[in-house]
């Protein structure tokens, strides 16, 4: 009986127990339900980005760059097959053992091997190290053959960039090289686009047009498993090649002028005076960018860097010089504009003996026996010194400073499209304060006359100021990538409406100009200076008569220059060497600026030749063979521009 | 002596048996095991091999025997209890010394068909034995001292063995299942609260016992982005590959954690994630709902069971099954650290599969025979 209700008993606890248990299943059951809901439902989106990360892995292709030509539609930077290996990290399983056996295959070098090394520090261990960029056939089908015992390594076909010209346009389209951390960080195109081994402009255009040129890198979506392994391809979002680019530039000229001035330090600049076009920017001495494409050698590179001519600097815009005497046409611009001197003023060049006197000071003219009572036209012919000491003397620093700025002098001609273009400098009292902190003399206006002193130009904006003066005194828009914008028609019929526009009254005074506004008081000026280079070219006695062209069709009319390196001492004088007695680096450096053709004129240059002596016997020869090509090539350049306009 | 006045008093025709027979449980098993065997074919991308084919080999083998088993008389399962039980620890002191080791831990017996792990079937051996240590002992005497202790140390002896493996995961499981009938039996409330308090003073003093990785995992527990690759790797991939299958899933065969080998352990411990990734949120369900079932079933066959060793087995294994099933669901879906526990029937493992089969062999033994009333 006991025992029974001790039963009983206990299947009351029982139950009573395990309804207890049962409730707290529920509850755990509950807790599990809403983690489960949680997870699965609230929290979905999350963990499906989650899942897709781990299952989908990018790899990102590399994009072509854009293919720059030239106006004629050369290739000038092109991009080229070659031949490549690359090791997929992955698939390797020991990669000292790897690169061993590379190096023995490919032959690689110290250095290149502890570049492999870093880049694999810094690399994903799925992502794929190129080993080398360029092999030579041999090398590639070397590969091929061994490829069974290397895991890992692919032989890849690629593209990479290709200077056809190699040397003659290095300072105009510049070179690519590897991206470096800082490039990423300047340029959000590459930041965006960025893939190992991208490639990216250095210096020229190819720097400056990157953006441009890069593209867009492409997307492979595989699935991969844990252990990385692709399984398949889900998406391919093909690259996009880069934007081709059409310069402004005519490679024959450009190679011509290359020509001319090897083995020589120097600059060549062309310009359409219309449409600013830069038709060639030469520098001399050059070195080949394709040795920069994979990374250049430190022997090449220390070749490049120690070289006396220093071949890294575009001189063209880069490169500062006195004007000298190519200043000269617009210092009687200037004075005639400000009503300073007429055509019947003359100034007395007596020589040596009796030179320009100042506050004590004495100044030569470069003629050992002068040049006799001088007028504008034929001071500018024969390069008179005295004659524009006086005429600076009585114009004055600061309306000659105004004059020159506006033809172009002491800004960047391309703004700002090569960082290392320079401004020069056009010296005014203003300045002197505000730079030296210093007060201006006299005697620094009269040497500024002939363009020395303080006065700093590039020879590009040599040319400039040539453009601006041959076009009638127009300002117009240098550029150097062609620009459907810039339309010769338009230009011209917006020059021909500034020509009988009522002077503005600010006409002397620092103003502001926009493109294709007149920039002179009275064209009767500018036409007197345009006549006086004429007889300068082609008239005997003219310092640059030697250069010119006898056929109608090819005159041209021009300025020469020399501009001194170091102050001519009474002693210099005396001994009046020739050009190879006096030291290179204390040579002058020789100027040439011209226009072609004189009747119509439509092209304009500036020739400089570093330490090359006087500007008529060393830069204005140049100039004769330039202008021919030039003139030659005039027709055609036309009939391009017009199928092109007809074209866009 | 008992079993033949059990014969006497009861009686059984072989129709009376199969009429006895719970069908719906045997059904909710048989969904179980069908679903399991397509989990595990999914792990395998759908193909028939290896996992797949000994898996359903397998479960057909211990379902027959769990059907087989029924019809034993629930009175041999109250008479050999210790023995069961004594069979258990000999075999567990067996894995100390002729043990298989895998992965860093020894739990294994080679039995040449395969290899068993003694640890499974003492979660069984242990039920048995206290629902027999408890049917005897009035209800007067069960807050007594010397009834508190006993069971006690027959808990604490199979959990030690199975700790030293080391196997925390299999340790707890039998220990909870113990603690369950414990609690069941009646044992005053307070002994749970004060022992509840001395684990919770002694905590400090487990941990610094525990096994550097058993640390670690539980470290994990609390912050999985720890250690991403490491520790904390298989449950940040496993709280992805369920919250990534959302409400319906990704479909069968179409889980890309586990198949692309992201999930570990996909086949044992981890598949309920792979059942969660494929089939969803609904699908998860439906599977906790048929393990709810089973569970209610068992829990229906204790009610009508007119032995107290017959209620509290079937109430007692209703109550681990539930702690296997909630111990692993909770581990996967982050709730609860990894300490590696099966989900019961789905999980890839024969030792596994051959306890729950051989305990619901018993429960079905205490259906049909529900009218034994077993007695000393």
């Keep these: 009986m006991i025992k029974k209700t001790g039963n009983l008993n206990k299947n009351k606890i029982i139950s009573r127990r395990l309804f207890v248990l049962v409730a707290a299943k529920i509850g755990l059951i509950g807790i599990i339900t809403s983690r489960l809901y949680n997870l699965q439902i609230s929290q979905k989106q999350k963990y499906e980005i989650l899942s897709d990360k781990n299952r989908i892995r990018e790899w990102k292709t590399p994009p072509q760059r854009g293919i720059i030509t030239d106006y004629f539609n050369n290739v000038i930077a092109d991009n080229q097959r070659v031949y490549q290996v690359h090791l997929s990290l992955e698939e390797v399983s020991n990669f000292n053992n790897s690169i061993f056996k590379l190096k023995n295959i490919i032959s690689l070098k110290e250095d290149e091997i502890k570049k492999i090394y870093e880049k694999k520090e810094k690399s994903k261990p799925w992502e794929t190290l190129i080993i080398s960029e360029n092999l030579s056939w041999k090398e590639f089908s070397k590969l091929n053959l061994y490829l ?142 394709n040795k920069f494409t994979h990374g250049i050698s430190t022997k090449d590179w220390n070749e490049i860097k120690n070289n006396k001519l220093r071949p890294l600097l575009n001189k063209s815009l880069a490169g500062l010089y006195s004007p000298g005497s190519t200043i000269k046409p617009l210092v009687a611009l200037a004075a005639l504009e400000y009503g300073i001197i007429d055509t019947k003023f003359r100034v007395n060049c007596k020589g040596h003996d009796h030179p320009y006197e100042l506050y004590g000071e004495r100044y030569h003219c470069w003629k050992k026996n002068g040049h006799g009572l001088m007028s504008m036209r034929n001071a500018i012919k024969q390069s008179c010194d005295i004659y524009f000491y006086e005429v600076a ?29 320079k401004k020069g400098i056009v010296p005014s009292t203003k300045w002197k304060k505000q730079v030296l902190e210093q007060s201006w003399y006299l005697g620094e206006t009269i040497i500024t006359g002939i363009g020395q002193g303080y006065i700093q130009t590039t020879p590009l904006q040599l040319c400039l100021m040539t453009a601006q ?69 082609n ?110 | 002596m008992i079993l033949s006045t059990s014969l006497n008093s009861n009686s059984y025709s072989f129709i009376d048996k199969l009429k006895a027979v719970d069908y719906f449980l045997i059904i909710i098993v048989a969904i179980i095991g069908s679903m399991s065997v397509f989990s595990i074919y999914s792990t395998e991308s759908g193909n028939f091999s290896f996992y797949t084919k000994n898996h359903l080999t397998r479960f057909l083998v211990f379902f027959s025997m769990f059907l087989a088993l029924s019809f034993v008389r629930v009175s041999f399962w109250y008479k050999q209890a210790y023995f069961f039980y004594i069979l258990g620890i000999l075999l567990l002191l067996l894995v100390i010394f002729f043990g298989i080791s895998a992965s860093g831990s020894k739990r294994w017996i080679n039995l040449f068909i395969m290899n068993l792990q003694p640890s499974e079937l003492m979660k069984i051996a242990i039920i048995v034995c206290f629902a027999r240590y408890y049917h005897r002992i009035q209800s007067s005497d069960i807050q007594s001292y010397k009834y508190l202790l006993q069971p006690i140390i027959l808990l604490l002896i199979p959990c030690y063995l199975v700790i030293t493996q080391p ?63 490491g520790a904390g790797y298989q449950i940040i991939q496993s709280k992805i590959a369920i919250g990534s299958g959302g409400l319906l899933g ?53 009610f009508s069971s007119r032995s107290f060793f017959a209620k509290l087995y079937c109430f007692g294994f209703a109550s681990a ?56």
């Design chain 1, 393 to 421: 003397r009585l114009l004055g620093v600061d309306k000659l400073s105004l004059i020159a700025k506006r033809y172009g002098l002491g800004s960047k001609v391309l703004e700002d499209f090569f960082p290392e273009e």
């Design chain 2, 250 to 302: 990704k479909g069968f065969l179409q889980g890309t954690q586990s198949y692309l080998e992201f999930l570990p352990e996909k086949h044992t411990d981890f598949i309920f994630t792979l059942f969660s990734e494929e089939f969803g949120f609904i699908g998860s369900m439906v599977l906790i709902l048929l393990y709810a079932l089973l569970i209610y079933r068992i829990i229906r066959i204790g």
């Design chain 1, 539 to 648: 008239e005997q006695f003219g310092t640059s008569f030697r250069s010119r062209h006898k056929e109608d069709k090819y005159k041209f009319a021009g300025k020469t220059g020399t501009s001194q390196v170091k102050r001519i001492t009474d002693q210099d004088r005396e001994l009046d060497l020739d050009l190879e007695e006096i030291e290179y680096k204390s040579r002058d450096h020789a100027l040439f600026i011209a226009f072609a053709p004189y009747d119509k004129p439509r092209y304009s240059l500036s020739v400089l030749i570093e330490h090359g002596g006087s500007g008529s016997k060393a830069a204005a020869p140049l100039a004769n063979k330039l202008i021919k090509k030039i003139l030659d090539r005039h027709e055609l350049r036309e009939k391009i521009r017009k199928d092109f306009k007809n074209i866009v």
């Design chain 2, 167 to 229: 196997d925390l995961g299999t340790a707890i499981l039998i220990a909870g299942s113990g603690l369950a009938i414990i609690w069941l039996a009646g044992l005053n409330l307070k002994y749970f609260i004060y022992s509840g308090l001395i684990l919770l003073v002694s905590l400090p003093f487990v941990i610094s016992i525990l096994k550097p990785y058993q640390k670690s995992r539980i470290l994990t527990f609390f912050n999985p982005e720890r250690d991403p690759l």
């Design chain 1, 148 to 289: 069974h015992g290397l895991d890992g390594a692919k032989p890849v076909l690629s593209t990479s960039r290709y200077y056809p010209y190699s040397n003659d346009l290095v300072h105009v389209v510049g070179y690519v090289g590897d991206a470096t951390t800082q490039d990423i960080q300047n340029k959000k195109k590459i930041e965006e686009n960025f893939v190992p081994g991208l490639k990216v402009g250095k210096i020229g255009i190819e720097n400056s047009k990157d953006t441009d040129l890069i593209g867009n890198h492409g997307i492979k979506r595989y699935e991969v498993n844990a252990s990385g392994k692709k399984i398949s391809e889900i998406s391919y979002n093909k690259e996009t090649k880069g934007e081709n680019l059409r310069t402004t530039i005519d490679l024959e000229i450009q190679q011509l002028a290359q020509e001319l001035l090897k083995n020589q330090a120097g600059s060549i600049c062309v310009m359409d005076i219309y449409t600013g076009e830069v038709i060639t920017m030469a520098s001399s001495p050059t070195y080949d960018p």
């Design chain 1, 469 to 537: 003066l041959a076009n009638g005194g127009f300002k117009i828009k240098p550029n150097l990538i062609y620009d459907k914008e810039i339309d010769l028609d338009k230009i011209k019929s917006k020059i021909e409406s500034e020509k009988n526009k009522s002077v503005s009254q600010n006409i002397l005074k620092d103003h502001e100009f926009k493109h294709y506004e007149r920039l002179y008081r009275n064209p009767n000026n500018l036409k007197l200076v345009l006549d006086a280079m004429y007889g300068s070219t």
């Design chain 2, 321 to 376: 099954l539930f702690l296997y099933i909630f111990v692993n669901i909770a581990m996967v879906v982050g709730l609860l650290p990894i300490v590696g526990a099966p989900l019961p029937i789905m999980s890839y493992g024969g030792s596994s599969m051959l306890s729950i089969m051989l305990g619901l062999g018993i429960v079905m033994s205490c259906k049909i025979y529900s009218r034994d009333p077993i007695s000393n």
